[in-house]
Structures are given as C-alpha cells and as structure tokens.
C-alpha cells in the first residue's frame, strides 16, 4: 500500500516532469496553399503539436479559396465573422452557406471551396485540423476534371 494517500498505489514518487505549455500570438499572415492568408495559431512549428493544428483564416472581401482537398485530416471551422459558401463534392455541385456563430465540419477527402459572400467585409473563421502540418497534405483539385 502506498505510504502517500494521496498517491495511488504503484504510482513513481518522481512523476514525469509536466509539459511546457505554449502561447502563440499571430503576428503576421501567411498565404497558404488554397490561396487564403493564414494567421498561424497551433501547429508542429509553433508549438510542437503532435496532431492539432488550428489558424485563423480570413477570406476578403470578393475573395475565394482554389478549390482543393486536405489528404486524410478533418477540418472544422467556426465563423467569426461574415458569410462563406462552401462548395463541395465532386465536381463542387453542392454548397453549403456558414455565418458568424456557425460550425463546419469537413471530412478528409472532401473537395471543396470557400466563397466570402460579401464584396465590402472580410470573412474571419478559426480553422482545426487533426494534423499538425496540415499544409503539407492540401491537394489541389480541378472541379472540371471530376465533374
């Protein structure tokens, strides 16, 4: 039995030192490889993640995301601001429309593209993905080819 109550049974006296916790504060914007400037959050580059990556993206006013995939990781996006169409699937015939308070959620695989509705406001969204190097497996793809 344990001497320390408050230490289970078989639990090491000198635990595994804790994990450095990591702040990452977005100073700068990064284009990515759908054509959207990225303002880096989470990911193996700034915080050493594992398998999380998340990112603020902001689409312009008029702006559209190059229709594209994302290779084996799920995606979820919370609205921040503005409106966005998504359209997805083969050829991109179907379309899904997000606001400010909305979720989305994007399985791996999924061809899709983002449109910001407004011609005059930026569209603002958080983005999480299940990668921590998610840029890296982003795959074009031609609507046209499939469609």
Known sequence: MSSDPHRPAGASANPRPAAELVAVR??????TAQRLPYFLGISAATAG???????????????????????????????????????????????????????????????HQAFNLSSTEPARAIVARNDADEQERVLPYDPAADG
Do not use: N, W
């Open 49 to 111: 993640s594992k398998g999380l990556s998340m990112h603020i993206v902001v689409i312009p006013p008029g702006g559209v995301a190059q229709p594209h995939s994302h290779q084996d990781f799920e995606t979820a996006i919370y609205v921040l601001e503005g409106r966005v169409e998504t359209r997805y699937g083969p050829g991109l015939h179907q379309s899904v429309v997000s606001e400010a308070g909305d979720f989305l959620f994007i399985p791996p695989d999924v061809p």
């Open 26 to 31: 977005p100073d700068r914007q990064v284009l």
